[in-house]
């Protein structure tokens, strides 16, 4: 009775296969002609597997960035103390508004004594000497009184207070060099003081630079001189207007950018320095390739597309993007070509297909 059983689900079991005849083969890498890594998509290992095309499209005649407030650094003036001593007083605070020549800071030092104590005499002995009766007394006072004066203007004494001089003091007052806004503030009273130790930086605020990022594949549409718009985020209302000053002369490698410094005037002392804004160009019209976003796959090293260059068969790609406004789009700068037709929807799916691929041929 068994056996009979056994015979029967035997027969109905069927005749056995192989083990190897019902294993899946696993995808193969190969090359081509031309070296590429190229992959065989056979039916069923991407469901769903569908194309888009790489389009070139008109870009729009405005063209946006973001950017950064900085000040202009050929109108910011860094005090420094040029002698060891002590802050007697400090008569400024930080973002205090300051004109040129007010005094800011009281410095002690005996160097300030020497020196005017060498003045003073050197002024004392060309008043003697010129009626003296001496032919070279006079002239070689004058230097000697000039090389004093020189001594006392490179410790950051102003000329007028080297004018009004009447004793050798251990203390004077530091003036500012500009007008201004104290942006950096290092010194209380009582600190002690080294030379090159930075006491204070002023920077003018009522004109700034605006520091901004262009792809390259923009730079011919842009110019020195050339108009723009700046929206803060802080102010969305509100809009300045300014002109492109300088374009960088170099290249980010890493982002294949280039750096404008926009000059905005600031009246309204709105714009802060670091304050985010939104940038706009007025430029002339171009164009551009584009290629749906869900066709790319990021890995560790950037953006990838997987392009179709036969029947069933496909390659990788390294794509280089930059911003797009229309949605669901990315712009391409490197990688890609007009017409050509990359994987969507699926990319994710052939990105696994082409690793376990890579697996297995190493």
Avoid at 194 to 205: A, E, H, M, R, Y
Avoid at 264 to 284: E, F, G, H, W
């Amino acid at each position: 009775m068994l056996a009979g059983v056994g015979l029967t689900l035997a027969a109905c079991r069927g005749p056995s296969v192989p083990r190897e005849q019902t294993a899946i083969e696993p995808p193969q890498l190969s090359r081509d002609s031309g070296g590429r890594e190229v992959l065989e998509v056979r039916a069923g290992e991407i469901p769903g597997l569908s194309f888009a095309t790489v389009r070139r499209v008109t870009l729009p005649r405005t063209l946006e960035t973001t950017g950064q407030v900085t000040l202009d650094d050929r109108r910011i003036a860094t005090i420094i103390s040029r002698v060891s001593g002590r802050v007697e007083d400090v008569f400024v605070s930080q973002w205090d508004s300051v004109s040129r020549g007010e005094p800011i800071i009281v410095l002690y030092s005996p160097d300030y004594m020497t020196a005017a104590a060498e003045y003073l005499q050197a002024t004392a002995t060309l008043q003697v000497s010129a009626g003296g009766g001496l032919s070279d007394a006079p002239r070689l006072g004058a230097s000697i009184v000039e090389a004093a004066k020189r001594k006392l203007e490179l410790l950051g004494i102003d000329a007028a207070d080297i004018q009004g001089m009447d004793s050798p003091r251990p203390t004077f007052r530091m003036r500012a060099p500009i007008s201004g806004t104290v942006v950096q503030k290092e010194v209380v009273k009582g600190s002690q003081v080294s030379p090159g130790d930075v006491l204070f930086s002023l920077g003018v605020t009522d004109e700034v630079w605006i520091t901004a990022d262009v792809y390259e594949s923009d730079l011919a549409r842009i110019h020195e001189g050339q108009a723009l718009e700046a929206v803060p985020i802080a102010f969305p209302d509100r809009t300045f207007r300014g002109t492109i000053a300088r374009i960088s002369p170099t290249i980010d490698p890493a982002t294949h950018t280039a750096q404008l410094r926009c000059q905005v005037p600031n009246r309204s002392l709105a714009l802060k320095p670091q304050m985010l804004v939104r940038v706009r160009i007025d430029t002339s019209t171009g164009d551009t390739l584009v290629v749906p976003q869900e066709a790319l796959v990021f890995e560790t090293d950037g953006y990838y597309a997987f392009v179709e260059i036969g029947p069933n068969k496909i390659t990788r790609r390294k794509v280089s993007i930059a911003s797009w406004n229309e949605g669901g789009y990315a712009r391409v700068l490197d990688g890609l070509q007009g017409g050509e037709r990359v994987i969507q929807g699926e990319s994710i799916q052939a990105s696994a297909l082409w690793h376990r691929a890579l697996g297995e041929s190493s």
